[in-house]
């Protein structure tokens, strides 16, 4: 009799041993109706809905429902339908496309630009084209680089050096050690989404261009948030003119979908040219296009919701270093608050919900070290001061109630 491999088994065991450390991760079904965020309600198993207030969503300005993105969205399906039609190879560019990589061009000051499905797509694809098409290239990566940005360096298959996370003067120690007329790639992220906290990005701009290296810039956390027009930290702090390649996304503070890359002609033109998660991707449609483009031009004009937004955080900072809650205190509108233990990261979380009717997800291992779970907290523009009041008060119940350490954070 031929044994055969029992593939049910293996996976389940697999599943129970993530349940087992607290790592399993369970779905919500969280609708978030127009006009009310950031209130939302959840559907439980069964049917029932609980009211509940997010506390941990990407759409940092509440563009996602922002009538001037919605008008836009409706009048570009009215217009052109529902799809795309096939890949942008095959199926052809809408204008729509044509018009929103010209606006992200100027956006970030540089020649052309080119989207791509999300962000994980635009990192993947661009960075792996850097390592296979420059010879014997090397790629120095920030530590903690978000996962999209580690996979395009690995498909790219150069060499590759770790500097310790915003870490200026190790950068420039491994940059020295290369010859100088070898390609180097600088690889970071502005604004680092698990820690809260934002690149020293002048300094390693400077030391960057001291040794020759093309910079690629992470901006997903930034776009929309910082800088005048809201084009990131590169525009903030008056170095956008020396970043060589910027990669946002159109999912986050701009609350649509997508990603993009800018930067000179030959180095989009070659991306598109060559990455295979830009040709072998079916293209955005028109809709997500329109809508994305709205929040862009929206945000470039209006200073409103960030300033909003920022308020919200620094009440929200203000209340949790009062209360002794452990957050790590980065410059940026992130607020990441550890718990430090899988299980009860998610027994709090749990808790958050079923009693104070607060949304949050736990964040575990492997998008963080084991032993430094945690919750990521987002404060938007439409949290009020009672919203943010409720949430410090329910956490500071229940970091007695598990008896979590809370203490100040360095």
Known sequence: MIMKFDFLT???????????????RRFRTLERPVGRFPEGEITHPGGSKQPVTIWCSNDYLGMGHNPHVLAA???ALLQHGAGAGGTRNIAGTTGEMAALETLMAAHHGKESALVFSSGYTANEGALSVLGKMLPDAIV???????????????????????????????????????????????????????????????????????????????????????????????????????????????????????????????IIDAVRSFSSSFIFTTALPPTILAGAAASVEYLRNSDAERLSQRRAVDRLKFKMKAAGLPFMEGESHIVPLVVGEARCCSAVTNAL?????????????????????????????SHTDAHVDALVAALTELWQVHAIPAKQSA
């Open 10 to 24: 293996h996976f389940t065991t697999l599943l129970e041993g993530l349940e087992a450390e607290g790592r399993y």
């Open 73 to 75: 969205m409706q009048q």
């Open 140 to 266: 120095f990566s920030d530590a903690l680089n978000h996962a999209s940005m580690i996979s395009g360096i690995r498909l790219g298959a150069s060499d590759k050096k770790i500097f310790p996370h915003n870490d200026a003067d190790a950068l420039k120690k491994l940059l020295m050690s290369e010859p100088a007329g070898r390609p180097k790639i600088v690889a970071l992220e502005s604004v680092y989404s698990m820690e809260g906290d934002i690149a020293p990005l002048k300094d390693i701009v400077r030391i960057a261009r001291q040794y020759g290296a093309l910079i690629y810039l992470d901006e997903v956390h930034a776009v929309g948030m910082y800088g005048p027009h809201g084009a990131g930290i590169a525009e903030r702090e008056d170095v956008m003119d020396q970043i060589d390649i910027v990669e946002g996304t159109f999912g986050k503070a701009y609350g649509v979908v997508g990603g993009y890359i800018a930067g000179s002609r030959a």
């Open 353 to 381: 919900l079923d009693t104070y009717g607060i949304y949050v997800q736990p964040i575990n291992y492997p998008t963080v070290p084991k032993g430094t779970e945690r919750m990521r907290l987002i404060a938007t523009g």
